[in-house]
């Protein structure tokens, strides 16, 4: 991998809207991210492996749990900090931004906001430190966009419960300590349980053969008459709202997140442009070469806008789920067209390990379905504006 020449672009001066704290976590990752991160992440992508030394560096720089607050171990960030972290990951990696959003908001949260005073205190600071991970099981071999039909459930023993089914697509599930599991209980109503590595009955196969996020580890949570413990159940929830609500938090690091994958690649393919000469000319000075730069910056910066719209929303806890949804439908794709475009830019280079572009792209199409498909997205899109449930 060649050195990692990134310059941060920002047209429309978004920058000024934040505080010197933001500016100062902003420069932490983002030189967390240049020193330990782009380095090596292309020959862990090839080799198909997590890096498990971004743990810890992970936890130095408060990317676990950012928005948790200082008396359950969390740094108490604002959510436009916590969207400046998922950027500056995302610069890096999709798969590094995944396992930090999947800790932050698919574990700790759901364990703060549902969790009992004894589940707080007993997991959050452990998983704040990056001591304990997690991995969050909703999807199942057969519902996936509709998670409402599950199947996994669990039975009352007495003094336990016992836990049968499988989850799938389980990002950090093979290396995960703990997992929040959902699941329905003898009425059929959706409950979360914390599930731990070492109770019998319960395995995480990995995944193999990903052309995507080949630097994460996702895998299958597999439950067969697991004996949870009854304090395990998060005793706050009940229902899809549980699990949805979690996804809220995670769709909007994500719709951060991938702005910062997005400006990877229009970076690299500015600089490119310029160097890359084709009949005596810089193919930048083409127009065909700068409708596409130009188009690429601009919807960078309308990404950009949004995002710093929906955290200041987020923070006075105005932010609807289905403004996030838009923006996460929008964001996603946003990058990922960026990323087939860049790729265009590089010629044949584009397809290499030399430049981030490819991986990117591949990272993408990971992110375009999981939180919510595309479509789905446009569908609570379609149902907020016109109050029409197009679902079913
Ligand atoms: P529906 O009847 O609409 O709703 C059921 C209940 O949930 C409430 N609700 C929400 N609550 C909070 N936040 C939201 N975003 C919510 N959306 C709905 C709703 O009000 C209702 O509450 P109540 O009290 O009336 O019961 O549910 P539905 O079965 O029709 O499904 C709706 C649908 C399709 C929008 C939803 O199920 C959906 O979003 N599907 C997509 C599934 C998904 O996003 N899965 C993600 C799995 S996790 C993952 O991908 C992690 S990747 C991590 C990484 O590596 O970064
Ligand atoms: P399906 O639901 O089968 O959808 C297939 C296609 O049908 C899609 O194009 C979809 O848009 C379309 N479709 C479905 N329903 C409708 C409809 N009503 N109208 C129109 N079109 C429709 N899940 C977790 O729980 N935890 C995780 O940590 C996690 N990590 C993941 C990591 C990776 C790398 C990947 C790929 C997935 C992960 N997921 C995780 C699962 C992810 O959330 C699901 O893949 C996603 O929700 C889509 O479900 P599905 O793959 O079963 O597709």
Excluded at 322 to 351: D, F, P, T, W, Y
């Amino acid at each position: 991998m060649p050195a990692d020449n990134f310059q941060f672009h920002d047209h429309y001066l978004v920058d000024e809207l934040l505080t010197d704290e933001h500016k100062l976590i902003r420069d932490t990752v983002r030189a967390w991210v240049k020193k330990d991160v782009t380095p090596i992440v292309e020959e862990y992508a090839q080799r198909a492996e997590f890096p498990r030394q971004w743990i810890k560096g992970l936890a130095e720089i408060g990317g676990f749990g950012p928005y948790i607050p200082a008396e359950y171990g969390g740094p108490g960030l604002d959510q436009i900090a916590y969207g400046i972290i998922m950027m500056e990951l995302e610069r890096g990696d999709s798969g590094l931004r995944s396992t930090a959003s999947v800790q932050s908001s698919l574990v700790m949260y759901p364990i703060y906001a549902y969790g009992s005073e004894e589940q707080k205190k007993k997991y959050l600071p452990l998983l704040a430190r990056g001591e304990m991970m997690g991995c969050f099981g909703l999807t199942e071999p057969d519902y996936g966009s509709n998670p409402g039909g599950m199947i996994t459930n669990f039975k009352d023993a007495g003094d336990h419960y016992i836990l049968n089914g499988a989850k799938m697509w389980i990002s950090n599930a093979p290396f995960a300590d703990i997992a929040v599991v959902w699941a329905k209980d003898e009425q059929g109503e959706i409950r979360g349980l914390i599930v731990e590595r070492g109770m019998d009955g319960f395995t995480t196969p990995e995944t193999h053969g990903k052309w995507s996020l080949r630097a994460s580890a996702t895998g299958e949570l597999v439950f067969d008459n697991v004996k949870v413990p009854k304090e395990n159940l998060l005793p706050n929830v009940k229902g899809l709202k549980g699990p949805l609500g979690c996804l809220n938090s995670a769709r909007y690091g994500i719709s951060w997140g991938v702005i910062g994958a997005a400006l990877d690649c229009y970076d690299s393919a500015l600089r490119y442009s310029k160097e890359r000469i084709q009949f005596g000319k810089p193919i930048g000075a083409f127009q065909l070469t700068q409708k596409k730069l130009a188009e690429m910056i601009t919807e960078i910066t309308k990404a950009q806008l949004m995002c710093w719209r929906l955290g200041v929303l987020k923070n006075e806890n105005r932010a609807t789920p289905q403004q996030i949804s838009m923006a996460k439908r929008n964001n996603v794709n946003m990058a990922l067209q960026i990323a087939r475009e860049a790729r265009q830019i590089h010629g044949g280079m584009g397809i290499t390990g030399e430049y981030p572009i490819m991986r990117h792209m591949m990272n993408l199409e990971s992110v375009i379905t999981y939180e919510g498909t595309h479509d789905i997205h446009l569908l609570i899109t379609g149902m907020d504006v016109t109050g029409f449930n197009a679902f079913m």
